[in-house]
């Protein structure tokens, strides 16, 4: 890890302090000083801050002749500083990888007094300066901002400079910095920078194939078109609730292909169970099989098949709410939880929780937990009023610890067939 600040020479900036001779106090024989254009003076007299002479021609003779006269030059032009570095940054995301950097940073001298009398190296200090920005800007970065020739770390140095205010500190104002140089080095032998890259690329391999899979949407239309055997026995099992089911996108993609085209077994006809994936067996949900109650159940009443998820038992049923004719308000948030907690990276909190003794009219409120794909959080709050489904949830998106508006065109359009699992994909598309 090395800089150049052993090349950074202070005197280009502020002269060292020359002492003045004042010559005679008498017309024509006082001495005189010569400021160029670009420059400032800043005088002392007898050890004291006097004044600052502007460029021109002065004549000293206004100066005590019994006390020493000093001149301490500053370049008060428009100037450049090159920050150059190799290996003294790494980004984290998305695995620990070290970067050289060089940069430009254009400043100009507001404060020749402070330069000159009150900071002992102006011109390393702000070198110092703004390395520690730099290595602020740096510790967010990603591999994406190292392919815009980081364009993003150098807007954030800029803010962290300005935000240090620096006139008041130093007597230095900085007004651009410029990306000059950027590449990412060898991982080398960092055993936990390899391990890291390992877990990424398994990641990400999964991310993908979750990414494919969820835009693989089957439609009704699609299903009567091109697989109309299959149309007939979703609507020989689950009745009217079926199209309903895939329109939604609850119809599991994956299931096409875990299944041969020509069926399985001597029926020749395919289990449309693997194809809802884990969705059969909803507590609550008419026509599925393992549903207490629902027509077609088999088995049991309550009994589920194997290899099916369960929820918590719900509350028995106290009463239609008005607000959902013939189905009770625990009902139907059991089937909101369970399609959320069907999606995969998702993590669901219900307050009441399914199962406590809470009265019909109770209104929920539900968490949603998942994860970016650029590795930051997404957190969906729904609140659910005691009339809901008539009455549309209120929901609140948190993303990376930071509220964030959210415009969603399903609530413009709500009404109790749309469910909440469609406003958290939803968030998820947006902010992804």
């Not at 032009?77 to 980004?91: G, K, W, Y």
């Amino acid at each position: 890890m090395s800089t150049n600040r052993h090349m950074i020479v202070d005197a280009e900036l502020v002269r060292p302090p020359m002492l003045l001779d004042k010559g005679l106090p008498i017309p024509g024989l006082t001495n005189r000083l010569v400021v160029d254009e670009g420059w400032v003076a800043v005088i002392t007299e007898g050890g004291a801050y006097k004044e600052r002479l502007l460029p021109g021609t002065h004549y000293l003779n206004r100066y005590s002749f019994f006390r020493d006269v000093k001149a301490v030059l500053v370049d008060t032009r428009v100037q450049s500083l090159n920050v150059a570095t190799r290996r003294e940054f790494s980004i984290s995301q998305p695995v620990p990888v070290q970067i050289d950097i060089d940069l430009g940073v254009e400043y100009r001298v507001t404060d020749p007094r402070r330069v000159a009398l009150e900071v002992k190296t102006p011109l390393t200090n702000l070198f110092d300066r703004v390395v520690e920005a730099v290595r602020s800007a740096v510790v967010h970065a990603t591999v994406d901002d190292i392919r815009k020739q980081g364009e993003v770390i150098a807007a954030v140095t800029l803010n962290r400079l300005q935000a240090m205010q620096l006139p008041k500190l130093i007597g230095i104002e900085v007004f651009k910095v410029l990306v000059s140089s950027i590449k990412a080095t060898d991982v080398g032998d960092d055993v936990l920078a390899a391990q890291s890259l390992k877990e990424f690329q398994t990641a990400r391999d999964w991310q993908l194939d979750q990414a494919m899979l969820s835009q693989s949407k089957v439609t009704w239309e699609w299903l009567l078109v091109h697989r109309p055997e299959i149309a007939q026995q979703y609507l020989a099992t689950y009745g009217e609730v079926a199209r309903e089911l895939i329109d939604k996108g609850l119809l599991d993609p994956a299931g096409f292909l875990n299944q041969p085209s020509t069926g399985a077994g001597q029926s020749g006809q395919m289990d449309p169970n693997n194809l809802l994936g884990s969705l059969s067996g909803f507590p609550g949900m008419p026509g599925l099989p393992g549903s207490t109650g629902s027509p077609g159940a088999s088995g049991t009443p309550g009994s589920q098949p194997p290899g099916s998820s369960s929820l918590p038992q719900l509350p028995p049923q106290s009463g239609p709410s008005p607000a959902y004719p013939g189905r009770n308000i625990h009902v139907r948030m059991g089937e909101e939880i369970n399609y959320l907690q069907k999606q995969p990276g998702y993590s669901v909190e219900s307050d009441p929780e399914l199962g406590s003794t809470a009265a019909p009219g109770t209104a929920y409120d539900l968490r949603v937990d998942l994860r970016r794909l650029s590795g930051g959080s997404i957190i969906i709050y729904f609140s659910c009023p005691s009339g809901y489904p008539a009455v549309p949830p209120i929901v609140d998106v948190v993303v990376d610890g930071q509220d964030q508006p959210f415009e969603s065109a399903i609530l413009r359009r709500w009404n109790d067939s749309h469910y909440l699992v469609e406003i958290a994909r939803e968030v998820q598309s947006w902010f992804n």
